[in-house]
């Protein structure tokens, strides 16, 4: 089966600075890379993916890089802001389903801290 | 919408104890899954189901009971709960599995206590 593999587990930046967390993942099947934001007490949230068939997708300051023959994915956040302090999770999916062995299967998470 | 909604918020049991944690979406969704969240670990999909009548077990599904009546409803049960089961519980829902994009929507979360 899948597995998704995420690091850094904590990753501390200066306010205006970048972040890049990193994931990989172990089945070339996977066709399908979202990217999660949970903030404390709440459930995670998406806020940005990439199908296997895209190397790049931004969305403002987020871009997700994927590279198919390394089998891994990067979340990339720019001009990093307090606000986006929270833990980001990766995961790796096969979509559309050929049957109902769905798994959608996520990384261990990356604690980041903007410092102000 | 409510979106998802999870019941209870905190739950304590005590070894040997049964439960069941509720789990319901109003945006007609058929994928429907539980997840269990522990420290450096990340979400561990429990069960899952892709459509009312139909569940499958996913990574860590010892210890837990699912079943899809309806479309709405997925709740989880806890037939004797162990220490190794403290943890917090997602529920999530999600388009068909026909779909080309997997936005996964949230329940808030039951915070488990087993003692």
């Known amino acids: 089966g899948e597995n998704v593999e995420q690091h850094p587990s904590t990753l501390s930046v200066q306010e205006g600075d970048s972040a890049v967390i990193k994931c990989t993942y172990s089945?070339?099947?996977?066709?399908?890379f979202p990217w999660y934001k949970q903030e404390l007490g709440k459930g995670p949230q998406l806020i940005i993916d990439?199908?296997?068939?895209?190397g790049e997708k931004k969305d403002q300051r987020i871009a997700v890089t994927l590279n198919k023959t390394a089998k891994h994915f990067s979340l990339h956040i720019t001009e990093t802001q307090p606000e986006d302090s929270a833990v980001y999770f990766c995961a790796a999916s096969l979509r559309p389903l050929v049957d109902s062995s769905y798994k959608l299967i996520f990384g261990s998470g990356t604690r980041l801290l903007v410092r102000p | 919408n409510a979106g998802v909604t999870q019941t209870p918020k905190f739950q304590v049991l005590k070894t040997g104890q049964s439960m069941t944690l509720q789990c319901a979406q109003d945006m007609n969704h058929e994928y429907m899954s539980w997840y269990r969240q522990d420290p450096g670990m990340g979400l561990r999909l429990i069960h899952y189901s892709v459509g009312a009548g139909i569940t499958d077990q996913g990574e860590v599904p010892n210890g837990y009971n699912v079943s899809r009546s309806t479309t709405e409803d997925f709740p989880l049960r806890l037939l004797s709960a162990a220490p190794s089961q403290t943890s917090v519980y997602f529920c999530?829902?999600?388009?068909?599995?026909?779909?080309?994009?997997?936005?996964?929507?949230f329940g808030p979360g039951t915070r488990l206590t087993v003692l």
């Open positions: 999530a829902s999600s388009y068909g599995v026909d779909s080309s994009t997997d936005t996964q929507y």
């Open positions: 089945d070339s099947a996977s066709n399908y």
């Open positions: 990439i199908r296997s068939n895209v």
